[in-house]
């Protein structure tokens, strides 16, 4: 299956299929010198897969990890191209989840002002969101990717396959951001979640191509991408927080959902869902602590942030709200509206 990101000259196509890294030369040069930046959470398997087929390839691999995006292992991996004498012509291919696309694709905005970025996602939540859209990004200081670059990729490459080797952990936290696509754009994906099994196919595929929509329309988040944004409010902020427990990503974006979620039919329907993917409940929190993190989203200004809502399945409803207000929301917690 071949979907496209139509974004005029930074254009790309998004290919998922099953055994995709077996039959590299489908869609990579083969003859191209390629960094592989990698961490060292992804079974080695598919590095040596991808390495075997692509000849003037070499590998950087850094620790896995949240705690690793950071501007040191940004440092690592720019000294290694360097010493690897890459230049303008070559390219770096992020073979890794949502950290991995997101150091990978900055550096790669920044080495030479930029060189070519290939995004290969190998979790469920690189492949239903964070691979598609050109955010790349490091944390700084506790801040959350308030370092980065808006910088697309030449292609998407997601081969389903390589989830067989992800713990069930890392599964939920994935798919927690293709509810989210649900919640805010289609309710049909929901439904997907209420399945007794759940068709990782069908929810990879649907999740994506209502992303690739919205980055369409607004490419830089001047407008409606921000509502890809639903439940990272807070969620950023208690990923912040409480980033020695560790929650995942998606487990924090899974429980600031609920802080905007108006309907009680609707948020009993998450929370089921939530509960089926064995997301950790929203841990006692201090409102004002939280506050603090909330006033650094990308989305803020001084006074005011915007927030997402979803008053029914499949819409949503974009505000401007005061920091008091998030500081009642806050207070009252998710069961209190
Ligand atoms: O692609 C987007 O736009 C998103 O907001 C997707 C989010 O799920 C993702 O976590 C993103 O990295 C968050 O963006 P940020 O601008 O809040 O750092």
């Not at 490091?138 to 080797?165: S, W």
């Amino acid at each position: 299956m071949q979907l496209q990101v139509q974004l005029e000259e930074h254009s790309y196509p998004i290919y998922i299929e099953h055994h995709a890294l077996d039959r590299i030369k489908n869609y990579l040069d083969p003859n191209r010198k390629y960094a592989i930046v990698t961490d060292d959470g992804l079974p080695k398997k598919w590095v040596d897969k991808l390495q075997a087929q692509l000849p003037n390839a070499f590998v950087i691999c850094f620790p896995h990890g949240e705690a690793n995006k950071n501007l040191e292992t940004y440092q690592t991996v720019m000294k290694k191209l360097i010493e690897h004498h890459m230049s303008r012509s070559d390219a770096l291919i992020a073979l890794g989840g949502g950290v991995v696309g997101d150091l990978g694709g900055f550096v790669a905005s920044t080495y030479m002002r930029g060189i070519d970025f290939y995004n290969i996602p190998t979790t469920v939540l690189s492949q239903v969101d964070s691979s598609v859209g050109g955010k790349v990004a490091v944390d700084f200081d506790t801040y959350k990717n308030i370092i980065g670059a808006f910088y697309q990729p030449k292609a998407v490459i997601i081969d389903p396959e390589t989830l067989t080797t992800l713990d069930p952990r890392q599964i939920s936290n994935g798919l927690v951001e293709a509810l989210k696509m649900g919640l805010i754009l289609d309710e049909r994906l929901v439904q997907e979640f209420e399945k007794d099994t759940l068709d990782l196919d069908t929810i990879i595929a649907a999740s994506i191509d209502l992303k690739r929509q919205i980055v369409q329309d607004d490419e830089k988040e001047q407008g409606k991408r921000a509502i890809l944004n639903f439940g990272h409010t807070i969620g950023h902020a208690l990923e912040s927080r409480y980033f020695d427990v560790p929650y995942y990503h998606g487990e924090c974006i899974g429980m600031g959902m609920l802080f905007f979620l108006n309907d009680p039919a609707l948020k009993h329907r998450v929370e089921a869902i939530l509960e089926k993917l064995n997301i950790p409940s929203i841990p006692d929190y201090d409102p004002e602590e939280i506050l603090s993190y909330v006033k650094h989203d990308k989305k803020g200004k001084s006074e005011t942030i915007n927030i997402i809502e979803v008053p029914k399945a499949g819409s949503w409803q974009m505000k401007t709200i005061t920091y008091p207000e998030i500081r009642q929301i806050l207070q009252g917690g998710i069961h209190e509206k």
